[in-house]
């Protein structure tokens, strides 16, 4: 009935829960309990700049169910090179990073020139090394407004906050807070269940970029395979524009989740970018254990 928590991105909010969304119908998860939640994704693009970013990213989160109400906090560990591509809201977006006032200034449709660290020519600069960084971490609780076992299957509230442990100097974060509220719904015709979200998100903004407030939203239809323990899953998702000189970001996926006898359930898949504000290609697998119920 509940995916695992620490999403790392809108595509695997959606990818975590429908990778048990079928086998947690049939085995609800006990009123009381901790998860651990793990995911190791990879994203490449070269967005609106001339040279190819590389992300690797590795989240651990844990989430304490009480009832209809959970808790949950993920940290990612950031390897990337570029220093372009920054964490804004639950999506990695192409900011410029320290050079976020080019961004600020391009032209719709131009693509931005990038340079390395000892050039004065105008730009971005783009770090041809790779960094490891500790990212934000995210914070977020909600809870179940809604359960049953006909065509709606539930219906879910949740707030969440970015808060800025990292900054721009590091290359993954922007040194500002992100709120979000938001609802999610599940139905189910047959086998195939039917998932939507929407969270309306408070940016925090860059000295010299402002990123607009706005809605992110995602869509997804699953099919139970594997006598209900496994899931086959298409997704659409996207927000508003974030920065004012990029088009929206817009993204579709497909993934599988399998959740085995045991504590554990497994997910992985692929997104592909519709615009140039998302990645051009982002895989990851994702991993959850129930821990039991906290003493």
């Known amino acids: 009935r509940r995916g695992p928590g620490g999403r790392t991105s809108r595509f695997g909010l959606l990818a975590s829960f429908a990778a048990v969304a079928a086998g947690g119908a049939l085995h609800p998860v006990a009123a009381q309990s901790l998860r651990y939640s793990g995911s190791l994704g990879y994203a490449t693009g070269s967005y609106v700049f001339d040279a190819r970013s590389h992300s690797l990213y590795f989240t651990n989160g844990l989430t304490l169910e009480l009832g209809r109400f959970e808790a949950s906090a993920s940290v990612p560990v950031v390897l990337q090179n570029g220093g372009v591509v920054t964490r804004v809201g639950d999506r990695h977006l192409p900011t410029g990073g320290e050079g976020h006032d080019a961004m600020a200034h391009r032209r719709r449709g131009d693509r931005i020139r990038t340079h390395g660290g000892g050039s004065m020519d105008p730009g971005v600069r783009f770090r041809d090394t790779y960094r490891t960084r500790v990212g934000d971490p995210f914070l977020r609780a909600g809870g179940e407004l809604f359960s049953g076992s006909g065509p709606l299957r539930s219906v879910r509230v949740a707030t969440g906050v970015k808060a800025p442990l990292t900054d721009l100097d590091s290359g993954v974060g922007t040194g500002a807070w992100d709120y979000t509220l938001g609802a999610s719904v599940m139905a189910s015709a047959g086998s195939v269940f039917f998932l939507g979200d929407a969270a309306y998100w408070w940016m925090g903004d860059l000295p010299e970029l402002e990123l607009r407030d706005g809605a992110s939203w995602g869509l997804a239809a699953a099919v139970a395979v594997l006598d ?5 899953m298409g997704s ?9 000189t990029l088009d929206a970001p817009v993204s579709v996926g497909a993934s599988a989740g399998y959740r085995p006898e045991g504590p554990w359930s497994l ?6 970018g519709l615009t140039e504000s998302a990645a051009d290609l982002s895989v990851f697998v994702g991993w959850s254990r ?3 119920r906290p003493r």
């Open 228 to 232: 209900g323990r496994g899931t086959l």
């Open 236 to 244: 659409l998702s996207g927000a508003h524009r974030i920065v004012r």
């Open 267 to 272: 997910n992985g898949g692929l997104s592909v």
């Open 290 to 292: 129930d821990l039991g």
